[in-house]
């Protein structure tokens, strides 16, 4: 798995933050989403999932 976010898309609800801390954060200037985890562990993986299908404006993309 690998995580993309698009930040200009992000609005900074910060629900993937919520859901998986290990792999997002937010910017403390925007609060637009950071990807610390651009390949996440397996064990991550189902919050990635979830947190990319909460975020409001889809700006979390997963590819496989």
């Not at 992000?10 to 910017?27: I, K, N, R, Y």
Request: hydrophobic share 45%; proline share 8%.
């Amino acid at each position: 798995m690998k995580v993309t976010v698009d930040r200009e898309v992000c609005c900074g609800a910060g629900q993937c933050v919520l859901l998986a801390p290990e792999v997002f954060d937010q910017d403390e200037e925007d609060a637009r989403v950071l990807v610390l985890a651009p390949s996440p562990p397996a064990s991550e993986e189902r919050a990635v999932e979830e947190a990319a299908a909460v975020c409001p404006t889809g700006a979390i993309s997963i590819l496989r």
